[in-house]
């Protein structure tokens, strides 16, 4: 199993940025993708942004494209969500996942979850 921690969240002006970093261990080299998903009170959880480690592909929700990018640090096994331009419609907890299939977005193909890290933009 991979055990997944995010961190990096918190209270941002709209308009602001936040980096999110999601540090894994544990059986890493069993995923090839991790995603950010989040999910606002009162709705479903959704998809943000995935990373193939292998191909180092990437893959953006259209409500964050040119907004948030995704990338990795190998030699630290971890995953970074940069956040800029924030919104108000951003306000959410955003979970990092893991899925062992190469290229996703859908979230019941990620079977490993972090607990979640809360991001708030104010106006």
């Known amino acids: 199993q991979v055990q997944l921690v995010e961190s990096g969240g918190g209270l941002v002006q709209a308009g602001g940025s936040l980096r999110l970093s999601c540090a894994a261990s544990g059986r890493t080299f069993s995923y090839n993708t991790m995603g950010w998903f989040r999910q606002a009170p009162g709705k479903e959880r959704e998809f943000v942004a995935a990373?193939?480690?292998?191909?180092?592909?990437?893959y953006y929700a259209d409500s964050v494209k040119g907004r948030f990018a995704i990338s990795r640090d190998d030699a630290k096994n971890t995953v970074y969500l940069q956040m800029n331009s924030l919104k108000r419609e951003d306000t959410a907890v955003y979970y990092c996942?893991?899925?062992?299939?190469?290229?996703?977005?859908?979230?019941?193909?990620?079977?490993?979850w972090g607990q979640g890290t809360q991001v708030t933009v104010s106006s």
């Open positions: 990373i193939n480690w292998g191909t180092f592909s990437t």
């Open positions: 996942a893991a899925s062992t299939l190469r290229a996703t977005k859908r979230e019941r193909d990620f079977g490993a």
